[in-house]
């Protein structure tokens, strides 16, 4: 019955490793065990009704999480799994058996679902803008990143959140190169060579085998805005270009619109605006009803220098 420096636990027979818990002799060291137990138990599970509160406010933000992703978003393998894998650990029960939770593990769940919450919320903000190819990489990624999370134990430690975190920043910057791949101004302009290297340089960062870094991050952003400048002054049209393009179509002033994006259409006939259709460059609601123009959109009076629209409002 000597008192060691081996693990804590209760002292047991040598012979059936039975825990003695009643011994008149050595009662002491068996109360003197028995405390430095509960003492470890209490570090690991901590406050009962700090975890119990801590377990419903990660259940509820599960709820909220499943409420706005986009109903849509079904090419992610690893989403549903990662999902039930986080709520059936947040169970009170199971298997018909309770579940405590210890302080480390409910610390290491609300890391993870703070990393997949930023998942998908990065992606369900930038979904709708985007198209084949482009969401299928953008799904792919974000399963890739999903797996990495579902993988942590019951531990997860400071250099994996970091490293994690990052790779959600990569994940982000992905996400505006997509966008930007699928909208109508890079479609148009992809061939141009100013415009096709600076698309090559972001995506040669976004898709680096290398860590990524802080330093990746600043160099990924610079990629992206440089992108975001040449697509901008490719759609730029000179005075010249404007007046053939005026001239070609023969409208009389007034004919031309813009979105609320600022991207030019034209109304034939009487000008007048009588359905409503989608911005060809950034899909934007175009057009009116019953010859009026929609709120949010305008006359172009620099294509013709119309003053007013040739249909009146």
Same mark, same amino acid.
């Given at each position: 019955?000597?008192q060691?420096?081996?693990?804590i636990?209760?002292?047991?027979?040598p012979?059936?490793?039975?825990?003695?818990t009643?011994?008149?002799?050595?009662? %002491?060291?068996? =109360?003197?065990?028995?405390?430095?137990?509960?003492?470890?138990?209490?570090?690991?599970?901590?406050?009962?009704?700090?975890?119990?509160?801590?377990?419903?406010?990660?259940?509820?933000?599960?709820?909220?999480?499943?409420a706005?992703?986009?109903?849509?978003?079904?090419?992610s393998?690893?989403?549903?799994?990662?999902?039930?894998?986080?709520?059936?650990?947040?169970?009170h029960?199971?298997?018909?058996?309770?579940?405590?939770l210890?302080?480390?593990?409910?610390?290491?769940?609300?890391?993870?679902?703070?990393?997949?919450?930023q998942?998908?919320?990065?992606?369900?903000?930038?979904?709708?803008?985007?198209h084949?190819?482009s969401?299928? =990489?953008?799904?792919?990624?974000?399963?890739?990143?999903?797996?990495?999370?579902?993988?942590?134990?019951? =531990?997860?430690?400071?250099?994996?959140?970091?490293?994690?975190?990052?790779?959600?920043?990569?994940?982000?910057?992905?996400?505006?190169?997509?966008?930007?791949?699928s909208?109508?101004?890079? =479609?148009?302009?992809?061939?141009?060579?100013?415009?096709?290297?600076?698309?090559?340089?972001?995506?040669?960062?976004?898709?680096?085998?290398e860590?990524?870094?802080?330093?990746?991050?600043?160099?990924?952003?610079?990629?992206?805005? %440089?992108?975001?400048k040449?697509?901008?002054?490719?759609?730029?049209?000179?005075?010249?270009?404007?007046k053939?393009?005026?001239?070609?179509?023969?409208f009389?002033?007034?004919?031309?619109?813009?979105?609320?994006?600022?991207h030019?259409?034209?109304?034939?006939?009487?000008?007048?605006?009588?359905?409503?259709?989608?911005? %060809?460059?950034?899909?934007?609601?175009?057009?009116?009803?019953?010859?009026?123009?929609?709120?949010?959109?305008?006359?172009?009076?620099?294509?013709?220098?119309?003053?007013?629209?040739?249909?009146?409002?």
């Amino acid at each position: 019955m000597a008192q060691t420096h081996e693990e804590i636990k209760l002292k047991d027979c040598p012979l059936c490793k039975t825990p003695i818990t009643k011994t008149q002799r050595f009662m %002491n060291i068996v =109360k003197k065990v028995y405390h430095d137990v509960q003492n470890v138990k209490k570090r690991v599970y901590g406050n009962t009704r700090k975890i119990e509160a801590s377990r419903d406010d990660l259940r509820a933000k599960m709820v909220r999480l499943m409420a706005h992703c986009p109903k849509d978003m079904t090419g992610s393998t690893e989403y549903r799994i990662l999902y039930d894998k986080l709520w059936d650990e947040l169970q009170h029960v199971q298997l018909k058996r309770r579940n405590p939770l210890s302080v480390m593990r409910t610390d290491t769940l609300a890391v993870q679902l703070e990393m997949f919450c930023q998942l998908v919320e990065c992606c369900s903000n930038a979904y709708s803008d985007l198209h084949g190819e482009s969401r299928d =990489k953008v799904i792919s990624y974000m399963d890739t990143l999903l797996h990495a999370v579902k993988k942590r134990g019951s =531990k997860i430690s400071g250099q994996e959140i970091e490293e994690i975190s990052m790779e959600i920043h990569r994940f982000h910057r992905l996400c505006q190169l997509y966008k930007i791949r699928s909208e109508g101004a890079y =479609k148009m302009n992809c061939s141009k060579p100013e415009v096709k290297k600076c698309f090559d340089t972001a995506h040669r960062i976004a898709h680096s085998i290398e860590k990524f870094s802080k330093e990746c991050d600043m160099a990924l952003k610079d990629a992206l805005e %440089n992108l975001k400048k040449e697509l901008k002054s490719a759609v730029i049209i000179t005075d010249a270009e404007r007046k053939m393009i005026v001239g070609a179509l023969g409208f009389k002033l007034g004919h031309w619109y813009k979105c609320p994006n600022g991207h030019i259409y034209c109304i034939s006939e009487g000008g007048g605006a009588m359905q409503i259709g989608q911005c %060809n460059e950034c899909g934007a609601a175009i057009g009116g009803s019953s010859h009026r123009l929609l709120p949010d959109n305008s006359l172009a009076s620099e294509m013709d220098g119309a003053t007013r629209p040739a249909w009146p409002q």
